[in-house]
């Protein structure tokens, strides 16, 4: 089973940053394409970044805000957020999908799409 420890959620005011780490296994970080999700309260769940053949896949709602690295020394995947805003609150979620991000040929928006989910670290943004 595919191990996705995320940390790093918490409190923050709108404008503010947050970095949100999710630790993997050595196996995982080398082998599976990893990637982010969020759901706000009430809401469906919504992708919002991953690599892909193409480059890099974010969300309209995040685009230019949110980035997302990658530390394979580290085992860990990033997804950093900067001018965070009210609707940016949800519960963020690292996803693993058990190929090399360069063979997705396209954007899985689908929460189907990804057998893998870490348990979800919180953010809230306050005004």
């Known amino acids: 089973q595919v191990q996705l420890v995320e940390s790093g959620g918490g409190s923050v005011q709108a404008g503010g940053s947050l970095k949100l780490s999710c630790v993997t296994s050595?196996?995982?970080?080398?082998?599976?394409?990893l990637g982010w999700f969020r759901q706000a309260p009430g809401k469906e769940r919504e992708a919002l970044a991953h690599?892909?053949?193409?480059?890099?896949y974010y969300a309209d709602s995040v685009k230019g805000r949110f980035s997302i690295t990658q530390d394979n020394a580290k085992n860990t995947a990033y997804l950093q957020m900067n001018s965070l805003k009210l609707e940016d609150t949800a519960t963020y979620y690292c996803?693993?999908?058990?190929?090399?991000?360069?063979?997705?040929?396209?954007?899985?928006?689908?929460?189907?799409?990804?057998?893998?989910w870490g348990q979800g670290t919180q953010v809230t943004v306050s005004s």
């Open positions: 050595r196996s995982t970080v080398s082998t599976y394409c």
């Open positions: 690599a892909y053949i193409g480059g890099t």
């Open positions: 996803v693993a999908l058990q190929v090399t991000c360069d063979v997705v040929y396209a954007p899985l928006r689908a929460t189907a799409s990804w057998p893998n």
